[in-house]
């Protein structure tokens, strides 16, 4: 399933021979697995710009990070952050929100969120030695996965269709000990920054999952996204401190 769930999330390439099916479909079971493929993936698409570090300033080689991060992985995110941030900037609420979010057009409040995105994971990313840019990528990585974890097992999925559906309505707490656990894997690399990334990601999304059942109407897949987005920002910064 690591592979199926790798092909979902990022544009990596891998032999197709390794894929069981043409796709991935998005599921509980899934999900659980992407805190191991997210902090992976963040290693991954920073190596060429963590070997550039050491010769250019370490501002640039930051930004070429989330460069790479983006167009290799973190896109399916901040898609579901830009969504989310024209609903908010939208003023509505319940479905005239969400029918906002659904439109597949950016508005100025989703351009100002994605780039804000950026810039944060940029400039903490810059404020950490390049030595420690690969574990702290790492943790990131994973922990803002688990608050996704976190944020489809406190939400509620109450439309009829929808990409999210699958997961929020057959997420259950056993989903969340494995995605747990998987984040876990990544404490070695810097306990302390690891285990507070950890909760404060989780808390993040937990809150924003109730945040959008009380103003949505329920969490759909851009929350997740953004939920995602919001945890790893959170975790590199507690690996940043």
């Given amino acids: 399933m690591f592979v199926a769930v790798w092909s979902l999330a990022t544009r990596i390439p891998i032999p197709r021979l390794l894929l069981a099916g043409d796709a991935a479909l998005p599921s509980a079971d899934a999900i659980t697995l992407f805190p191991l493929v997210g902090g992976v993936i963040a290693v991954v698409t920073a190596l060429p710009a963590w070997g550039a570090a050491y010769f250019i300033p370490l501002p640039a080689a930051a930004w070429a990070a989330c460069g790479l991060y983006v167009i290799f992985g973190w896109s399916l995110h901040l898609d579901g952050w830009g969504d989310l941030w024209d609903g908010v900037g939208s003023g ?15 508005g100025s409040f989703g351009v100002a969120g994605i780039v804000l995105a950026l810039a944060l994971r940029a400039t903490l990313l810059a404020g950490i030695d390049a030595g420690r840019w690969l574990p702290s990528l790492a ?3 994973g922990a803002g996965r688990f608050a996704l974890s976190a944020a489809a097992y406190v939400g509620h999925y109450p439309w009829e269709a929808g990409m999210g559906r699958e997961i929020v309505n057959n997420f ?6 494995c995605s747990l656990v998987l984040s876990c ?49 959170i975790a590199l910064a507690c690996c940043a401190v």
């Fill in 185 to 233: 894997l990544f404490i070695p690399l810097n306990p302390g920054a690891c285990l507070a990334g950890i909760a404060a990601s989780g808390l993040a999304g937990a809150a924003l999952a109730m945040w959008c059942d009380w103003n949505l109407g329920g969490v759909n897949g851009d929350a997740l996204g953004a939920a995602a987005v919001l945890g790893e920002i």
């Fill in 139 to 141: 943790i990131a990585g």
């Fill in 92 to 106: 509505r609420r319940g479905e005239a929100m969400r029918a906002v979010m659904k439109d597949s057009r950016v």
């Fill in 172 to 177: 259950e707490g056993r989903h969340v000990i």
